[in-house]
């Protein structure tokens, strides 16, 4: 009988990956670095390799595995396709029928890593008890995952859940890594906040302890908690841009929860105060009353959601 399940999180550097029971209880986790030289041709057999190891050493036949979820980053059709992954060296190919054929034919789901995320978030994280779900991923860059009806939307390509690249702002005049200008992207991020902070610092001769020493979305938030006035001005420019960029997103998706992880949301439900006022001065009527919570996985989230692939 299939009582466990593999859950694999493809990153830049190092692929996490999970052994789970049907229920959901992680028994296992561990890491492999991610192969990216030569176009990355190495990161499927190193995975197909690590899980059979796994596998042996818990005198686990492949009949009691009920398959393996995987999720990448790069955009992935329900199919398995992957749409180059850049950040892998991967052009196109299907991640699902060549990772089951390394696996002797066991069953393989795949998708997005930050839908995957959002996923694991839904089924055993922050958005516990709720199917109508919008996880939102606050580092370097803002990602996004969104689950309607219990499912991953992933659109017409995979590209489906890109939320930091919602235009926000019209004036911008310094490019997103995607290319375009104004994208959420910019200053709902870490380094977005940051680039928020330095601009606020040169614009305005206020006294602020963001002045004597690093600026990072982390200095700015402790800086906000100790009541600093500057500070407080950058926290309410990202809470204008994010909750603007959520009240679009809730008018289309109409979610219960919104989950909020990534670095960012280490300083924790004071993001909050700053993200709501804007959300519920922009977003239609029939969709405000959604709860904003922080999502509880951390690092795991990806393998979870993974694992749920395969269980769904």
Request: one cysteine or more.
């Amino acid at each position: 009988m299939a009582n466990y399940v593999f859950g694999v999180d493809v990153g830049g550097t190092s692929v996490k990956m999970g052994l789970f029971d049907k229920d959901g209880n992680v028994l296992d986790k561990w890491e492999i670095p991610t192969r990216t030289a030569d176009g990355g041709k190495n990161i499927l057999p190193d995975i197909a390799a690590s899980i059979k190891e796994k596998m042996a050493e818990k005198s686990l036949a492949k009949e009691e595995v009920a398959g393996v979820g995987i999720g990448v980053p790069g955009p992935v059709e329900k199919s398995g396709v992957v749409h180059k992954a850049v950040n892998l060296g991967w052009s196109e190919l299907n991640m699902k029928e060549e990772l089951a054929a390394l696996l002797d034919g066991m069953r393989v789901e795949g998708g997005n890593d930050a839908n995957v995320a959002a996923l694991g978030e839904m089924w055993k994280g922050g958005g516990q008890g709720h199917k109508n779900l919008v996880a939102v991923t606050l580092g370097t860059g803002v990602g996004g995952g969104i689950i309607v009806n219990g499912e991953i939307m992933t659109g017409a390509t995979g590209a489906g859940g890109e939320i930091g690249h919602i235009h926000v702002e019209d004036d911008e005049t310094e490019a997103c890594g995607c290319g375009n200008y104004g994208c959420l992207e910019e200053y709902a991020s870490a380094t977005g906040i940051t680039r928020l902070a330095n601009r606020t610092l040169q614009k305005s001769d206020k006294d602020s302890v963001l002045r004597n020493g690093e600026v990072s979305a982390k200095t700015v938030f402790d800086a906000v908690k100790a009541g600093d006035e500057l500070a407080i001005e950058i926290a309410q420019q990202f809470g204008e841009y994010l909750g603007k960029g959520l009240g679009v997103i809730a008018g289309i998706i109409n979610p219960e929860i919104f989950v909020i992880g990534g670095g960012v949301s280490k300083a924790g439900e004071v993001l909050f105060d700053y993200i709501k006022p804007s959300f519920e001065r922009t977003a239609f009527h029939g969709s405000k009353d959604v709860i904003f919570a922080l999502a509880t996985l951390g690092n795991d989230a990806g393998i979870y959601g993974a694992a749920r692939l395969v269980l769904s």
